[in-house]
């Protein structure tokens, strides 16, 4: 809740499709199978970060990566994708693949220290707003 409570530009979902209602536990528990890998991050013993990841047939993408504010800057981000990263390979997937909005350059700096290349733009265009592009990391 933190992270869509804080970044909410950062995900599909929003806040409130996931409170009082929409706050069910089948309907975590169907969120958590969806996303066949989650790691939590914990800088000091408090949860500072998580990352999820989909497999699909042999590749696997990199979802809703977040770092709480009091842990940026100490490589929580980098963990996070060499969880992915490491999880992938065990699965024997052949890419990592991700989206990242357009003028978010620190996540296109992360992802680019990880290999990861810019393939193309995913969705929307200059007249309906920004642009998602496709990253992906090919040799794992």
Not at 24 to 45: K, M, Q, S, Y
Not at 90 to 105: F, I, K, P, T, Y
Request: no cysteine; hydrophobic share 40%; aromatic share 8%.
């Amino acid at each position: 809740m933190d992270a869509l409570r804080e970044a909410p530009h950062a995900f599909a979902t929003k806040l409130k499709d996931w409170e009082g209602e929409g706050d069910t536990e089948a309907r975590w528990r169907a969120r958590l199978h969806e996303l066949t890998f989650n790691a939590i991050a914990e800088v000091d013993g408090v949860p500072s970060g998580m990352v999820g990841g989909m497999e699909r047939d042999n590749e696997v993408e990199l979802l809703n990566l977040w770092v709480a504010p009091h842990a940026r800057g100490q490589g929580v981000s980098d963990a996070l994708v060499e969880a992915v990263i490491a999880w992938a390979r065990s699965r024997r997937a052949e890419e990592v693949s991700l989206g990242v909005w357009a003028g978010n350059d620190h996540a296109f700096e992360l992802y680019r220290r990880h290999g990861f290349v810019d393939v193309e733009p995913i969705r929307g265009d200059a007249s309906n707003g920004p642009r998602k592009h496709q990253m992906v990391l090919r040799r794992l």
